[in-house]
């Protein structure tokens, strides 16, 4: 079982840039597949971007593609979130996921492919 801790959000301007990080302990993240999401108030949860294990290759949401960039460090046994040019509508819970297995591109988008998150950091972009 792996535990997961989200860090890095806040408060910024848009147009600016944040980074988040997701730091695992108790498995190493090598083992997983791993993906953003993020929950803005009142919506559902929604696909931000993923690792895939197997062939180390990422993915990103068409509303974020351009703009943030993911990436895995496993000597560190942590996942980011780069964020840029960030938008109001980027305001959202961002949660990070873990999860095993070799799931198809389509279901790595999907938030119930990953069997463990971490709580979520706040991320608030302002005008």
């Known amino acids: 079982q792996v535990q997961l801790v989200e860090s890095g959000g806040g408060l910024v301007q848009a147009g600016g840039s944040l980074r988040l990080s997701c730091t695992a302990s108790?498995?190493?993240?090598?083992?997983?597949?791993m993906a953003w999401f993020r929950q803005a108030p009142g919506k559902e949860r929604e696909f931000v971007g993923a690792h895939r294990r197997s062939l180390r290759t990422t993915y990103t949401a068409d509303s974020v593609k351009g703009r943030f960039t993911v990436s895995k460090d496993n000597a560190k046994n942590e996942f980011y979130l780069q964020m840029n040019s960030v938008k109001p509508e980027d305001t959202a819970v961002y949660y990070c996921a873990a999860g095993a297995g070799n799931p198809t591109s389509m279901y790595l988008r999907v938030a119930s492919t990953y069997d463990y998150w971490g709580q979520g950091t706040q991320v608030t972009v302002s005008y």
């Open positions: 108790g498995r190493t993240l090598s083992t997983y597949n």
